[in-house]
């Protein structure tokens, strides 16, 4: 059995398996390296599991049902079906297509951050600067056109932004492996988060400052959770929401397709300076 | 309602202070309430069993308002909290 160590957000991964084919590609998509036993979570991979799609196209992007059940977690999926015992910190998966292993791994990644006190954020998130900005709203708002409207931008997520607090309580964005369009090389985890801005396209721009309070109700629907009503992870998320609200201001951020919306952010955080 | 029953925090819901003001996560609902200055005040008060008579008092002390017009605001606000199972009365 071969196993291949990766970390998301700093949170080591230990996948076992014994098809060579998928330990290459999982140490080239994310920079995985040989592992011992208990170096980290445990995902075992089915042995007739492969990371060629075939005939089952239309089922990519649709999201798996998700359950809990005695605290193990079921994903269920026409071309994936995985497991994961919260307790144990174990799972199991059997996929049909790389882009189902990454669709679980990026599901199990979305539950443990939170009980390491992170959140998935349904964002794009770029460096620029020596700061990390975080752009957030419902499919279609425009998250990748920002990434592609800004000059060579420093790309910490398209789709899924992993932010954890650190051993100080201060959240930090860590470099996400999940992407949608826009991949790039490991960047180093980074402190300073200069805001977080709700698209609005619009024929002007500007940016609205968001109360904390009217905020948070904007960002509980952001996060990436497989499953609604679950009551620890509830309390959970929204502890951690309201705490980023209190590091990090929360914008509306009006723009039209051209880069002026960075002088806009830049003048309005100039001033909050 | 009546005024000789104490109410306190139904202690299943979750309260986090945001400028100030209370958001109240209600877990088993998934659901999430703000509260304004006035009513943060009394939520802040219900951590610990009051009455409604108590409630006015501290109100009025407070806010430096009328009597009548905290009473039938109050009744109003208790009863939402009720309806929503935010508060239990002991």
């Known amino acids: 059995m071969n196993k291949i160590l990766l970390e998301f957000a700093e949170m080591p991964f230990v996948v076992k398996t014994h098809d060579d084919e998928i330990v290459a590609w999982l140490a080239e998509h994310f920079s995985g390296e040989q592992a011992e036993d208990g170096a980290g979570t445990e995902i075992e991979i089915a042995p007739d599991s492969r990371l060629t799609l075939v005939d089952n196209y239309q089922y990519l992007g649709q999201p798996p049902e998700a359950s809990i059940n005695d605290g193990i977690l079921i994903l269920e999926h026409p071309c994936y079906k995985g497991t994961f015992s919260l307790a144990e910190g174990k799972g199991k ?12 791994l990026r599901t199990v990644v979305t539950v443990i951050i939170v009980n390491c006190g992170g959140l998935a954020l349904h964002s794009s998130c770029i460096l620029r ?5 975080i752009f957030t709203g419902y499919s279609g708002a425009g998250k990748s056109t920002v990434i592609k409207l800004t ?6 997520s398209d789709e899924v932004t992993l932010l954890k607090k650190n051993d100080k309580g201060l959240f930090s964005i860590h470099h996400s492996p999940f992407r949608s369009e826009f991949h790039s090389d490991y960047l180093p985890p980074t402190a300073d988060i200069a805001g977080i801005f709700f698209l609005r396209q619009d024929s002007r721009v500007f940016l609205e400052k968001m109360p904390p309070k009217e905020a948070i109700f904007a960002i509980l629907p952001m996060v990436f959770f497989p499953i609604n009503k679950t009551q620890l992870f509830e309390n959970k998320i929204f502890s951690l929401c309201a705490d980023l609200l209190k590091q990090v201001p929360v914008f509306k951020l009006h723009f039209r397709k051209d880069d002026t919306f960075w ?10 300076v | 309602m009546t005024d000789l029953a104490d109410f306190c925090r139904n202690s299943t819901m979750i309260t986090r202070v945001i400028d100030g003001e209370a958001v109240i996560m209600d877990p088993q609902q998934g659901k999430v309430l703000a509260l304004n200055e006035v009513g943060s005040f009394i939520w802040e008060l219900l951590d610990s069993p009051h009455s409604q008579g108590d409630l006015l008092d501290k109100i009025c002390r407070e806010f430096n308002v009328g009597r009548e017009e905290a009473a039938a605001d109050l009744e109003e606000f208790l009863a939402v909290l009720k309806s929503k199972d935010l508060v239990v009365t002991a």
């Open chain 1, 93 to 104: 998966v059997w996929f049909s297509g790389r882009e189902f292993l990454v669709s679980y």
């Open chain 1, 129 to 133: 600067n020596g700061k990390t900005y």
């Open chain 1, 151 to 156: 000059e060579d931008p420093v790309i910490y």
């Open chain 1, 263 to 272: 002088e806009s952010i830049d003048t309005v955080l100039g001033k909050e």
